[in-house]
């Protein structure tokens, strides 16, 4: 037996074949049965302890920070890595934002000269593509992709400088 095992307070009971009949852990003095699920974390958890504890020198101090540091996956620390408040509340203003985006650009397209309608029309409500808008109208494909990389440009910062502003889509009032 390791020297590891004599400490460890779970075990599997063996008949006189080898076959597993029970998979015991001990809280407080007290074996407990447990399922083959439950027995599997357990033992996990505890090689996982194991192998960062070796990893630590003796008598220094074992921290998440210097892990880290060290390039220790989180995962290998057992830690689930869960979103940070500020990320979540991130992107639920990404999603406000985006939100108010999509109520604007009705209006927003509705600004465009007719020509520039017409090929974001085109382009992103019909399906043409680059290539085909070019050879309908006469022109270039890339000068169709210059053109519309301009008007995407003049939407975004039409709809930045709107949000910004305080202008709201019709139908919204501040603070909804």
């Given at each position: 037996m390791k020297k590891w095992q004599e400490n460890r307070n779970y075990r599997r009971?063996?008949?006189?074949?080898?076959?597993?009949?029970?998979?015991v852990i001990t809280v407080?003095?007290?074996?407990?049965?447990?399922?083959?699920?439950?027995?599997?974390?357990?033992?996990?958890?505890?090689?996982?302890?194991?192998?960062?504890?070796?990893?630590?020198?003796?008598g220094k101090m074992l921290s998440l920070d210097k892990l880290l540091e060290d390039g220790v996956p989180l995962e290998k620390l057992g830690v689930e890595p869960e979103r940070s408040a500020e990320d979540i509340m991130l992107g639920r203003e990404e999603i406000s934002m985006a939100d108010s985006y999509k109520a604007m650009l009705p209006a927003a397209l509705v600004n465009l000269k007719a020509p520039d309608q017409a090929l974001i029309q085109a382009l992103?409500?019909?399906g043409i593509s680059t290539r085909e808008y070019a050879r309908k109208t006469g022109v270039t494909q890339h000068a169709v992709i210059k053109r519309r990389d301009r008007i995407l440009k003049n939407l975004r910062n039409f709809l930045e400088n709107s949000c910004f502003e305080g202008i709201h889509p019709p139908g919204i009032r501040e603070g909804e």
């Open positions: 009971l063996k008949d006189e074949n080898g076959n597993v009949i029970a998979n407080d003095g007290v074996n407990v049965e447990v399922s083959e699920e439950v027995f599997l974390a357990y033992s996990q958890a505890d090689r996982r302890e194991r192998y960062i504890m070796e990893e630590v020198e003796p992103y409500f019909d």
